[in-house]
């Protein structure tokens, strides 16, 4: 595991909110008050189930999406209301890596032009030196610059998200985000790509911010865990604090749903939640139940309801 860098954090984002409209005039509180930092050198890991808002969390902090409110600093810029052509070279320091990694890369196009074509908008390098450094992206994440001719069609599951790693680092990105970048791949396939995620991390410094749903994959890279439930971060701390000393009861339960394959180790208490979850959408005039993160350890925080 990657010690991370102490220092200005890469991202700070605060009281980060985003509602999407619904009819009669009701809102989708898809992310609500979320203030959170990510060290230089560090992983920060976003969990939650479906639909908790962690996609949407991490599209507001890349500008993919404009925050209802709060604010984003990126590398100590506020780039939180930048037009397209301000925001430009800040794109440049913080690259994303989707979950599908056939659907993130045109057919039509060869490898070599997908991963060429960041350089070539933002002119990182002279045209002539473009094909040495895809092929220097190829080999560092462990492919071949004799792929460059080949189509996506034409590689696993696990060599098109290489592929698309390849992409987001041909920029020199200080952050990676990677939205369930590993879901969709073989059990044994995903345990390459993080390899090859941490590999990169302690040899180019990068920072990442990791949306998942697996929780055995954010114990392995995690440095740090937030917990997200219903567009708010209810727990957030240190991986040993969430893995060893989960307190909030949603975090307890997504830890209890952890499948274990050993079955002297199983739990035979364990509570299967069966309650319906709520739902984001808010009527118009009413809000959700804010939440205050307190302190009960250093570096680890838990929501507390503002009712109690």
Same mark, same amino acid.
């Not at 908790?52 to 780039?79: E, F, H, M, V, W």
């Not at 989707?98 to 070599?112: K, M, N, V």
């Given at each position: 595991?990657?010690?991370?860098?102490?220092?200005?954090?890469?991202?700070?984002?605060?009281?980060?909110?985003?509602?999407?409209?619904?009819?009669?005039?009701?809102?989708?509180?898809?992310?609500?008050?979320?203030?959170?930092?990510? %060290?230089?050198? =560090?992983?920060?890991?976003?969990?939650?189930?479906?639909?908790?808002? &962690?996609?949407?969390?991490?599209?507001?902090?890349?500008?993919? /999406? $404009?925050?209802?409110?709060?604010?984003?600093?990126?590398?100590?810029?506020?780039?939180?209301?930048?037009?397209?052509?301000? /925001?430009?070279?800040?794109?440049? &320091?913080?690259?994303?890596?989707?979950? %599908?990694?056939?659907?993130?890369?045109?057919?039509?196009?060869?490898?070599? &032009?997908?991963? *060429? =074509? #960041?350089?070539?908008?933002?002119?990182?390098? #002279?045209?002539?030196?473009? $094909?040495?450094?895809?092929?220097?992206? /190829?080999?560092?994440?462990?492919?071949?610059? %004799? !792929?460059?001719?080949?189509?996506?069609?034409?590689?696993?599951?696990?060599?098109?998200?290489?592929?698309?790693?390849?992409?987001?680092?041909?920029?020199?990105? =200080?952050?990676?985000?990677? !939205?369930? *970048?590993?879901?969709?791949?073989?059990?044994?396939?995903?345990?390459?790509?993080? $390899?090859?995620?941490? !590999?990169?991390?302690?040899?180019?410094?990068?920072?990442?911010?990791?949306?998942?749903?697996?929780?055995?994959?954010?114990?392995?890279?995690?440095?740090?865990?937030?917990?997200?439930?219903?567009?708010?971060?209810?727990?957030?701390?240190?991986?040993?604090?969430?893995?060893? $000393?989960?307190?909030?009861?949603?975090?307890?339960?997504?830890? %209890?749903?952890?499948?274990?394959?050993? #079955?002297?180790?199983?739990?035979?208490?364990?509570?299967?939640?069966?309650?319906?979850?709520?739902?984001?959408?808010?009527?118009?005039?009413?809000?959700?139940?804010?939440?205050?993160? /307190?302190?009960? =350890?250093?570096?680890?925080?838990?929501?507390?309801?503002?009712?109690?």
């Amino acid at each position: 595991m990657t010690e991370q860098v102490s220092g200005t954090p890469i991202v700070e984002v605060s009281s980060l909110t985003k509602h999407f409209p619904a009819s009669g005039g009701a809102r989708v509180h898809a992310v609500e008050q979320v203030s959170l930092h990510i %060290d230089r050198g =560090e992983t920060l890991a976003v969990v939650g189930e479906s639909g908790c808002g &962690k996609s949407t969390l991490a599209y507001l902090i890349i500008r993919l /999406l $404009n925050p209802t409110s709060g604010t984003i600093q990126l590398d100590g810029t506020d780039i939180t209301n930048l037009g397209p052509k301000a /925001l430009r070279p800040h794109r440049r &320091k913080a690259q994303i890596v989707f979950q %599908d990694p056939f659907a993130s890369l045109d057919p039509r196009r060869t490898i070599g &032009k997908a991963i *060429a =074509e #960041p350089l070539e908008i933002h002119r990182a390098v #002279p045209r002539r030196e473009i $094909n040495d450094v895809v092929a220097d992206l /190829l080999r560092r994440v462990g492919m071949s610059p %004799d !792929d460059m001719a080949q189509y996506p069609h034409q590689f696993s599951g696990g060599q098109r998200q290489r592929i698309c790693i390849a992409r987001a680092l041909a920029l020199r990105p =200080e952050l990676v985000i990677a !939205d369930e *970048a590993v879901s969709a791949l073989d059990v044994s396939i995903q345990a390459q790509v993080i $390899n090859l995620m941490m !590999d990169l991390q302690s040899e180019l410094g990068l920072s990442y911010l990791f949306i998942s749903h697996d929780l055995a994959v954010v114990e392995r890279i995690a440095h740090r865990v937030g917990v997200m439930y219903l567009g708010q971060i209810v727990e957030l701390g240190s991986r040993r604090a969430i893995f060893e $000393n989960p307190t909030h009861p949603y975090t307890q339960r997504l830890l %209890d749903a952890v499948p274990i394959a050993d #079955p002297q180790q199983r739990r035979t208490d364990r509570s299967v939640q069966t309650d319906e979850v709520p739902s984001p959408v808010f009527e118009a005039g009413t809000e959700p139940e804010p939440v205050t993160l /307190l302190e009960v =350890e250093p570096g680890h925080y838990v929501a507390q309801e503002a009712h109690d």
